[in-house]
């Protein structure tokens, strides 16, 4: 699954946990820490979602209190991530939601990109519908029943077609070209960020308003607005190969870390660490919602978690 296939709170800090989708481009800012020889010195790269920004303030927080590295962070977008890796301006990527393209070059044609393991967490994207207009109509769940509905979807931006919100123009999504291969009479709506995109779900949620929309997870809000998810024609092994044609749902992916290679050859405990890092959706979302919708500091809320549960990252240490 391509996290870039889909758009996907409010800032919740500096470069660390920005969380707005669509994170500014800085990968021409190569870290003062990035692959500094003999220094205990780690760069992560940070990504735009609120998500893999828990991972790396869980990973930053016992880098730095456990095992004494200096912990730099960088914010970069999906595919810049992957060349900041390969040049050594980061050391890791801990949540990739799969670019077979970017793996091919790196990992194995140039091989300066190496496997970290599974995050342990799986991640899906798709369209959603909020489960108080699912148990209303529940037909309307069926893609094959979305145009029956379009008029409850309507807004001032969608043209007079029903609207698909997705969250930021910066990722490539397969929603355009599914609306059209399917023949729905809908409109992709841009919010501009995963934060905007937020905004609109809780308040359509808080007028208990219709609307469909491009959606992921693991992802903490549907704690808070359960949402519904609208079957699209089952996923098959290279449906998705032309992007153009595509026709079908979003798979289910278990999400990977990267490393650099020579930080995974050389880098001690610290690429150690991180190769060992695994934790659940539960304990991502856990973290998550403590930064998105409790305002805890990523700092706070890592410590938070590390405190609670010992047993689940001491062997990450050995």
Not at 100 to 113: M, W
Not at 153 to 179: C, H, I, M, W
């Amino acid at each position: 699954m391509r996290r870039t296939k889909i758009t996907t709170i409010a800032a919740v800090g500096v470069l660390t946990l920005a969380t707005g989708c669509g994170a500014a481009d800085m990968t021409k800012q190569a870290s003062p820490f990035a692959n500094a020889q003999g220094a205990k010195t780690v760069t992560l790269s940070v990504q735009s979602w609120v998500g893999a920004q828990s991972d790396v303030a869980v990973a930053q927080y016992l880098l730095e209190h456990k095992l004494g590295y200096r912990v730099d962070t960088l914010q970069v977008d999906e595919i810049p991530a992957w060349d900041a890796l390969s040049q050594g301006r980061v050391d890791a990527i801990l949540e990739d939601w799969g670019h077979p393209d970017q793996e091919k070059r790196y990992v194995g044609d140039k091989k300066t990109i190496a496997h970290g393991g599974d995050l342990g967490v799986t991640g899906h994207i798709g369209w959603y519908v909020p489960t108080y207009l699912a148990e209303q109509h529940p037909d309307i769940t069926d893609w094959k029943n979305l145009n029956k509905y379009a008029s409850l979807f309507r807004t001032a931006e969608s043209g007079g077609k029903g609207q698909l919100l997705d969250g930021s123009p910066s990722y490539v999504t397969n929603d355009k070209a599914l609306v059209e291969n399917l023949k729905l009479d809908y409109q992709v709506v841009f919010a501009g960020s995963e934060a905007a995109q937020i905004t609109q779900i809780r308040q359509f949620a808080k007028e208990k308003k219709p609307f469909l929309t491009y959606w992921y997870s693991p992802q903490w809000l549907f704690k808070k607005v359960p949402m519904t998810e609208v079957k699209l024609p089952p996923y098959k092994d290279g449906c998705d190969a032309d992007p153009k044609k595509i026709t079908c749902a979003y798979p289910h992916t278990p999400l990977q870390k990267y490393l650099n290679t020579d930080f995974a050859r050389s880098g001690g405990k610290a690429a150690s660490f991180l190769k060992k890092f695994r934790w659940t959706t539960e304990d991502q979302n856990e973290v998550s919602l403590m930064i998105a919708d409790e305002k805890m500091s990523p700092q706070d809320a890592a410590k938070k978690w590390v405190d609670a549960n010992e047993s689940k990252w001491k062997p990450w240490l050995s």
